[in-house]
């Protein structure tokens, strides 16, 4: 979100010089900085810029949900034209892939938030197969 140097302007503190020289080398100390009168000004900044970062990752967030509804609402539709043998072959086909799909997520631990929303989708999907 912030790049380091930004932040700590941001927060009034000292940051990482960026040198080439290597982690052993002996640095050249620079002269103590005053303290900045103007880093309480900024600190002052910083909640409407988090204010900022929280609506665009909001906004981004709807429209996201709203993509996904489009296309749920997508797949319910072409899943009324099919005939009952293809609604059969695309329902084990689904059961398939997302057996496949689970046993990706077994090597990383993902939030209990994330396995239900997945099942959620899934149970949602395979009743639309079945009701049409």
Do not use: W
Not at 24 to 36: I, W
Not at 68 to 97: G, I, N, T
Not at 106 to 114: G, I, S
């Amino acid at each position: 979100m912030f790049k380091i140097p930004m932040l700590g302007k941001m927060l009034g503190s000292p940051t990482p010089e960026a040198s080439g020289k290597a982690h052993g080398e002996p640095r050249r100390e620079s002269p103590p900085t005053p303290p900045r009168p103007q880093a309480s000004a900024t600190r002052q900044g910083m909640p409407e810029q988090l204010a900022q970062n929280l609506k665009t990752q909001g906004d981004a967030m709807i429209q996201y949900g709203a993509r996904l509804l489009v296309m749920r609402e997508m797949l319910c539709a072409m899943a009324v034209a099919l005939p009952p043998d293809a609604r059969a072959s695309a329902q084990r086909q689904f059961r398939q892939r997302i057996d496949q799909l689970l046993s990706l997520t077994d090597d990383h631990v993902l939030p209990a938030e994330f396995h239900a929303a997945l099942l959620a989708e899934v149970n949602y999907y395979l009743g639309e197969l079945r009701q049409r």
